[in-house]
């Protein structure tokens, strides 16, 4: 089945994972395409069968770029979407404010941009497809 992934920003996740977790984010789990680039976002189970895990990256003239890495994680209270770009020299928390078992927001209103952070998992006849948004400052 063709799975392409419609973003204004990409990330990785690492998340709590039992069966449960796996039902309401699973549909993260695969390789998904950014629209009319050579982007991706590849996500997988980690090796501790607890969380999941993922890159972005760029593929441009056969070279391969990572250009983010997620973890999706969840502390006994909430789950947390943690990206580490090379811009900051941290990896920011999002903690998550509202998920189904097809979307999710994650929101830091102290981060300078992004302050929120949208994925949602659609399904249709033509294929699988992830909107997700990044938001902020008046920006999307």
Partial sequence: MKKSILISGLC???CHFS???????????????????????????ADDNKSLEGISFRIKDGDTTVMEKIRFTYDGKSYHYIPDVPQNATPVDFKL???TDQSFVAENP???????????????????????????????
Avoid: C
């Fill in 12 to 14: 990785m996740i690492l």
């Fill in 19 to 45: 069966n449960a977790q796996q039902k309401e984010f699973g549909w993260l789990i695969g390789t998904w395409k950014l629209k009319d680039k050579n982007v991706f976002e590849s996500w997988k189970v």
């Fill in 97 to 99: 404010t509202q998920h």
């Fill in 110 to 140: 102290q981060h300078d941009f992004p302050k929120l952070i949208r994925y949602k998992f659609i399904r249709r006849e033509s294929g699988e497809f992830i909107e997700a948004a990044i938001e902020g400052n008046g920006k999307v």
